[in-house]
Each structure stands twice: as C-alpha cells, then as structure tokens.
C-alpha cells in the first residue's frame, strides 16, 4: 500500500459515525483504501481551538494578539483595554462583513452581466424573463407600463446600481420591506445606505480603537447584514433569474449515482450561475459531442454541486451530485472527468484529492485561483471560449482515464424550484395567485408556520443528519420548510421533496400538501436565494392577518450545520429582519455575556428578531415551535390550531406507511 498522502498523525475515521449520506461514506472507504485524505479526516486530527471558538481572541493590532478567558471572560481585557464584548463583537462583526461582501461581490457581478448584456456589450446571455423584469422594476417604483423591455432593464439597472455604491439614503429594496419592519430599522438607523458604504464601515469600526461598545458594533452588523439579504443577495437572486428564468418546480435526480460511468462527467462547483449556464452550451455543442464518441463516451455528463448546482438544478432540472461535505469525497469515485469551479465554498484540499485521481481541477474566476488547479478565465464577452476548453480538457481526461472507478449507485428523486413567484401561484392557483391561501392555511391552524432550513454541511457534525432530523421534527408538527443551499440536498437525498413525503407530514401540512400536490419541503435555489424567503415573508405580512411586520409572524430560521461567515451574515439578516435564528455545530460567543444577551435576547426587545442556538436538531426544532407557537399566541390564532394533535402511535403508523411506500 503505497504512503497516506497528506498530513501525519492522523485519527482514523469511521465513514458511518461522519455522514449520513451513504454514497459519501462509501466513498470514504474507498478514499481510506486509495490512501486518500479529506476534510472529514482532517476535521478529526485537527481539534477546534477553543479560546477561538469562544471567540475570546483578538489579533487586530500588533499589541496582542490577547486571549482572554473563556471560564472568567470579565476577569481580563486586552493590552489596549478592549472588553470580552468589545473582542467578541469586533469578531463578529468581521465575519459579517467577509460574508456580506461574498454575497454582494456576487451581486454585483451579476449586475455586471446584466447591464453589459442590455447594453448590447455581451451577446451570449439574454434577458429571458420579461415578466420577472417589469415585476422587479415596478416593486421598486420604476414606470413599465407601455415601455420597451430594454428602457425599463436600463433603468433598472442604473437604480440597482445602488444598492451597493449609494453612500446617502435607503437601499432600493428597502422599498419591498413591510412598512413596520422599515419604520424599526428606521429608528434603530439600521436602513442601509449602500452595501460597498456598509461595509467599509464596519471594517472601520472594528479597527482597533474605533468602536468599543458592543451594542454600536451590533448596529453595523445589523445594517451590513440587510445590505446582503435585501441588497447584494437580493440583487443575485433578481438579476438571475430576469437573465435566466425564474424556477419553477422540476423534478430533479441528487446523489452521486447521477455521474455516469461510460459519459464525460463534468462537475461545476461554487455559486455563479453564469458559468454553468455556458458550460451547458458547450456541453451540449454538436461538435464536442462528437468529439466525446470519437473518444469513446456515450456523451457528455453535466452535473452540478453546492450552491452553483442548486442554481441550474432549479432552473434547468439538472442533476445534483451533493453538497459541501461531498465536494472532495465525488472525485474518490474516479469517474470526475473535470471538475470546474468559480467563487466560495470551494475547499483548496480538492486540489490535491484531484491530482491523486487525474481529475483536472479548473478554476475559471479571476477571485479565485488554486494552488495546483489550472486556471481558465471565464470572460463572459466570450464564454464558450472557456467552458469549451473545459470540456475538451474533460474529453481528454476520459480518454486516458487510469483511476479504478466505483460510482456509488445512489440516486434519489425530488421536485424542487419552489421561486416565491410559484408558492403564489401555487397556492393561489392562476387567477387568484397570492398568499391568501397561505394566510388561510396558517391562521385555520393547518399550517402551524414556516421555517427556513438553510445553510452549509460541516466536518463537525454528522454530514446531512442535523439537516435531516430538524425537517422531520418540524413537518411533523405541521410547520412548512423553505430550503435553499446544500440544506435542501440533503433532504432531497432523504428522499422528503418528493409530495409523497407529506405523509411524513403532521395531518394538518399533509392535507394541504395533498391539495395543493406539493412536497412539505420546498427547494427554492442557492444561499442568494434565501433573499426569497424575505419576499415571501414580505408577501405574508402585506397579505394580512399575520400581523404587520416580520417579527409577528409565526416563522423561524435555523442553519443547523453551518461553517462559512456568510451563514454568519445570513443569520443576522434574518434576525435584523425579524426572524428567530437557531445555528448549529458551534457559536462564536461565550454565554452569559452581554454581547450574548444582546444577541440571544435584547434585538428582540428591539423589535427585531434573536440568535438561538443548540447542536442537538430535536432542541433546535423544539425551540423553533415553541416560537412559532408564542407568535401564534400574540396573534390571537393559538386557539385554531388543537384540531390538529396527534398521538405518537399515529405517528409511528404514518412512519411505517411511508417506509413502505
Ligand atoms: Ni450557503 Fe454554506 Fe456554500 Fe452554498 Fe453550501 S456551504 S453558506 S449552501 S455551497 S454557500
Ligand atoms: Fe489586543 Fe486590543 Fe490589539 Fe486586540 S486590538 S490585539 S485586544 S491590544
């Protein structure tokens, strides 16, 4: 057996005890036999520093850096004087701003595209959704009645434009938000102005010896966060789908047993859809087709991943191989022909794991090069030019294949493409498309609320399983799931975005589930599109009867297996917004604290909504309810909602019935 390559002293793995998806453990084992080392590996020899995970270092000037401790957090300060609140909330306050200026650094690029694409600079990408355009602009006080398409997208650029270089007055989506929600931010002044504007100043204020109150820090963050989830995400979100269409539900195929052994399987990783929209051109040109028999393919396989493929499998129907924990593991099967990436989420050990199995690793943004990958810059002015290379590198790769191949035969089933614009439609049916039925469904007591299970998969945890066991508990007790990112693959490899799922379903959610033929878990895109999830919530305020701002309605977030400071940044626009938030894994914060109480409590007395946290997805789903429950309460609608228990034998009897199914 040749020598591990990678790091020494290792903690040996077992693949059933790190993950739930079973195509990820087998290929764990098989990476275990090729000498193959991951991040599940890694994660296990490399034991997480816990003075950082408290939060409880500063290294933001040459004075320190201070540890302070964790067990007497008041019992020390740094050199300079700053406080366990002043260290805690600075740090915070970075991964905040890192994570909004991912999203928004996306936004942006993607009104880049846009406006070079109306300008007549960039022939290959279209306006594809019209009605999406005059909607958006309309939304935002732009004129579209008996313009042409071309005006309203120039003016709805150069407004958009704003949301990240205005240094004075609101955002233009500040617009969609409900008034009441508006009026607190307002108060607080917590309105973002421009996201670049933002930003900058929060990297300003956690400067050494700038802003040392722990409440004024947590302001910035509030406002550099909205500048992600109603500007610079928003924007991704809007912009993708005015230039390639608005999701509608599809039925799509996630696992690994999607790659196939006797194409060119080609993965594309990372988050911007414009990249795997042209390698869907060139993957599909006649001439490469024929280039791929001649080498002796069946054809050309396109496969999606991560975020990157949470956008094209909405949109498109394309296959999903898996989520972030999956990343290194797809290319243990051998039969990756070429692997190509853009921007986040992308860990540079795929380097390395590629090189051991001749899979070329392709970097193709300019933000984004890898130590050991190839770069080919993606030039949207000229984007086949790129994606066609990728796909003759891939060709060539297939052709010399070496590697033992073993795809896992896995394939799962889901409906996902759940955009707001089709729940309205939806729910509402053609001629009566709005959230009415929603709002019914919710106050008659069917529906106990909604919740939005997001986020990232994470070596610290059991890959998919807290994702998995926080849905289940939840749709059992009636409250209906919005999912984007690698959240909602994992449930799609669960199996519970099909409609057949509803019966897993309390008798409530199952019975509307059952009208309506939609899954209890609906897939709605990639982490940008979690700016959805605030329309939606937008749209069930103005609707009526839930109360008159976000923070009334009985909805919760959780991220239960978060890693990146964009989960960070998330997680603050949905408290900033007024959403109860329940992260997993860990929380950079020592409890007791008052940054902690500030977070974990005091927003809401602001009229915001708070951080929760616990590792465990049955206390997460029982905190999510028991808020849920409260807002019903305040709303007056608790009453409705008795009709709908059920006993654990009933529960154990609808189990049975779906194993069976
Ligand atoms: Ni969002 Fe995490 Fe990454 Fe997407 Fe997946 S890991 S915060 S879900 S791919 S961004
Ligand atoms: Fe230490 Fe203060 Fe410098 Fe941070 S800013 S490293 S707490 S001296």
Same mark, same amino acid.
């Given at each position: 057996?040749?020598? @591990?390559?990678?790091?020494?002293?290792?903690?040996?793995?077992?693949?059933?005890?790190?993950?739930?998806?079973?195509?990820?453990?087998?290929?764990?084992?098989?990476?275990?036999?090729?000498?193959?080392? /991951?991040?599940?590996?890694?994660?296990?020899?490399?034991?997480?520093?816990?003075?950082?995970?408290?939060?409880?270092?500063?290294?933001?000037?040459?004075?320190?850096?201070?540890?302070?401790?964790?067990?007497?957090?008041?019992?020390?300060?740094?050199?300079?004087?700053?406080?366990?609140?002043?260290?805690?909330?600075?740090?915070?306050?970075?991964?905040?701003?890192?994570?909004?200026?991912?999203?928004?650094?996306?936004?942006?690029?993607?009104?880049?595209?846009?406006?070079?694409?109306?300008?007549?600079?960039?022939?290959?990408?279209?306006?594809?959704?019209?009605?999406?355009?005059?909607?958006?602009?309309?939304?935002?006080?732009?004129?579209?009645?008996?313009?042409?398409?071309?005006?309203?997208?120039?003016?709805?650029?150069?407004?958009?434009?704003?949301?990240?270089?205005?240094?004075?007055?609101?955002?233009?989506?500040?617009?969609?938000?409900?008034?009441?929600?508006?009026? /607190?931010?307002?108060?607080?002044?917590?309105?973002?102005?421009?996201?670049?504007?933002?930003?900058?100043?929060?990297?300003?204020?956690?400067?050494?010896?700038?802003?040392?109150?722990?409440?004024?820090?947590?302001?910035?963050?509030?406002?550099?966060?909205?500048?992600?989830?109603?500007?610079?995400?928003?924007?991704?979100?809007?912009?993708?789908?005015?230039?390639?269409?608005?999701?509608?539900?599809?039925?799509?195929?996630?696992?690994?047993?999607?790659?196939?052994?006797?194409?060119?399987?080609?993965?594309?990783?990372?988050?911007?859809?414009?990249?795997?929209?042209?390698?869907?051109?060139?993957? @599909?040109?006649?001439?490469?087709?024929?280039?791929?028999?001649?080498?002796?393919?069946?054809?050309?396989?396109?496969?999606?991943?991560?975020?990157?493929?949470?956008?094209?499998?909405?949109?498109?129907?394309?296959?999903?191989?898996?989520?972030?924990?999956?990343?290194?593991?797809?290319?243990? /099967?051998?039969?990756?022909?070429?692997?190509?990436?853009?921007?986040?989420?992308?860990?540079?050990?795929?380097?390395?794991?590629?090189?051991?199995?001749?899979?070329?690793?392709?970097?193709?943004?300019?933000?984004?090069?890898?130590?050991?990958?190839?770069?080919?810059?993606?030039?949207?002015?000229?984007?086949?030019?790129? /994606?066609?290379?990728?796909?003759?590198?891939?060709?060539?790769?297939?052709?010399?294949?070496?590697?033992?191949?073993?795809?896992?035969?896995?394939?799962?089933?889901?409906?996902?493409?759940?955009?707001?614009?089709?729940?309205?439609?939806?729910?509402?049916?053609?001629?009566?498309?709005?959230?009415?039925?929603?709002?019914?469904?919710?106050?008659?007591?069917?529906?106990?609320?909604?919740?939005?299970?997001?986020?990232?998969?994470?070596?610290?945890?059991?890959?998919?399983?807290?994702?998995?066991?926080?849905?289940?508990?939840?749709?059992?007790?009636?409250?209906?799931?919005?999912?984007?990112?690698?959240?909602?693959?994992?449930?799609?490899?669960?199996?519970?975005?099909?409609?057949?799922?509803?019966?897993?379903?309390?008798?409530?959610?199952?019975?509307?589930?059952?009208?309506?033929?939609?899954?209890?878990?609906?897939?709605?895109?990639?982490?940008?599109?979690?700016?959805?999830?605030?329309?939606?919530?937008?749209?069930?305020?103005?609707?009526?009867?839930?109360?008159?701002?976000?923070?009334?309605?009985?909805?919760?977030?959780?991220?239960?297996?978060?890693?990146?400071?964009?989960?960070?940044?998330?997680?603050?626009?949905?408290?900033?917004?007024?959403?109860?938030?329940?992260?997993?894994?860990?929380?950079?914060?020592?409890?007791?604290?008052?940054?902690?109480?500030?977070?974990?409590?005091?927003?809401?007395?602001?009229?915001?909504?708070?951080?929760?946290?616990?590792?465990?997805?049955?206390?997460?789903?029982?905190?999510?309810?028991?808020?849920?429950?409260?807002?019903?309460?305040?709303?007056?609608?608790?009453?409705?909602?008795?009709?709908?228990?059920?006993?654990?034998?009933?529960?154990?009897?609808?189990?049975?019935?779906?194993?069976?199914?």
């Amino acid at each position: 057996m040749e020598e @591990k390559k990678g790091i020494s002293k290792k903690k040996e793995i077992t693949p059933k005890d790190v993950t739930i998806c079973d195509a990820t453990a087998q290929m764990l084992e098989k990476a275990k036999r090729d000498g193959v080392e /991951t991040a599940f590996d890694r994660a296990a020899s490399m034991k997480a520093c816990p003075i950082g995970a408290d939060s409880a270092c500063c290294k933001h000037c040459g004075m320190g850096p201070c540890r302070l401790n964790s067990r007497d957090p008041y019992g020390k300060v740094g050199v300079c004087g700053a406080t366990i609140d002043t260290i805690m909330s600075r740090n915070f306050a970075r991964m905040v701003a890192a994570g909004g200026a991912a999203h928004t650094d996306h936004g942006m690029s993607m009104l880049d595209l846009f406006r070079e694409v109306v300008n007549g600079n960039i022939t290959d990408y279209k306006i594809k959704d019209t009605q999406k355009l005059e909607e958006v602009a309309a939304s935002i006080g732009i004129e579209v009645e008996g313009r042409e398409t071309n005006d309203i997208a120039m003016d709805l650029y150069k407004e958009l434009e704003r949301t990240y270089t205005q240094v004075e007055g609101e955002i233009p989506f500040a617009k969609r938000v409900p008034e009441k929600t508006l009026e /607190t931010w307002r108060k607080l002044g917590i309105v973002p102005r421009g996201a670049m504007r933002e930003i900058m100043e929060l990297m300003h204020r956690s400067h050494m010896g700038v802003d040392q109150h722990y409440e004024n820090i947590t302001k910035q963050c509030s406002r550099t966060a909205l500048a992600d989830g109603w500007g610079g995400s928003m924007v991704a979100t809007e912009i993708s789908d005015i230039l390639f269409g608005t999701p509608s539900p599809v039925s799509i195929e996630v696992n690994m047993g999607v790659l196939k052994e006797d194409e060119v399987n080609i993965i594309v990783h990372g988050h911007e859809p414009n990249l795997f929209e042209s390698m869907l051109v060139s993957s @599909k040109e006649p001439s490469l087709v024929e280039a791929a028999q001649k080498a002796g393919a069946k054809g050309i396989n396109l496969v999606g991943m991560c975020c990157s493929g949470a956008e094209m499998l909405v949109r498109h129907g394309i296959p999903h191989a898996g989520n972030f924990m999956s990343t290194e593991t797809i290319l243990v /099967t051998g039969a990756v022909d070429a692997m190509t990436v853009d921007v986040q989420c992308i860990k540079q050990g795929l380097a390395k794991v590629a090189e051991c199995y001749s899979t070329p690793l392709i970097t193709t943004n300019p933000r984004c090069h890898i130590e050991g990958a190839q770069h080919i810059e993606f030039n949207e002015h000229n984007p086949t030019s790129c /994606t066609d290379e990728i796909v003759i590198k891939a060709i060539s790769r297939f052709k010399n294949r070496t590697s033992e191949i073993e795809i896992p035969r896995i394939k799962n089933i889901g409906v996902h493409g759940f955009s707001h614009e089709y729940i309205n439609y939806m729910l509402g049916g053609t001629f009566r498309g709005s959230y009415t039925p929603l709002n019914d469904n919710i106050i008659n007591g069917r529906i106990r609320g909604v919740a939005g299970v997001v986020g990232c998969t994470n070596p610290r945890v059991k890959q998919d399983w807290v994702h998995v066991e926080l849905v289940k508990e939840l749709i059992k007790n009636d409250v209906l799931v919005l999912q984007t990112g690698c959240s909602q693959i994992a449930l799609a490899k669960a199996g519970l975005t099909t409609p057949e799922a509803a019966i897993l379903a309390g008798p409530g959610l199952h019975e509307v589930c059952e009208t309506v033929g939609m899954p209890p878990v609906l897939g709605i895109g990639s982490c940008v599109d979690n700016s959805r999830i605030l329309i939606a919530a937008s749209a069930m305020v103005k609707e009526g009867g839930l109360g008159h701002s976000i923070a009334d309605l009985p909805v919760a977030g959780a991220a239960p297996e978060w890693m990146s400071e964009k989960a960070i940044c998330i997680g603050q626009y949905f408290v900033a917004s007024g959403v109860f938030t329940v992260f997993g894994v860990t929380f950079p914060i020592i409890e007791e604290t008052k940054f902690h109480k500030l977070l974990f409590e005091g927003l809401e007395k602001q009229g915001l909504g708070k951080w929760g946290f616990t590792a465990d997805p049955y206390e997460m789903a029982r905190m999510m309810i028991a808020h849920i429950d409260k807002k019903r309460k305040e709303l007056g609608i608790d009453k409705a909602r008795e009709r709908v228990l059920m006993d654990m034998a009933d529960r154990r009897e609808m189990e049975a019935k779906y194993q069976q199914a």
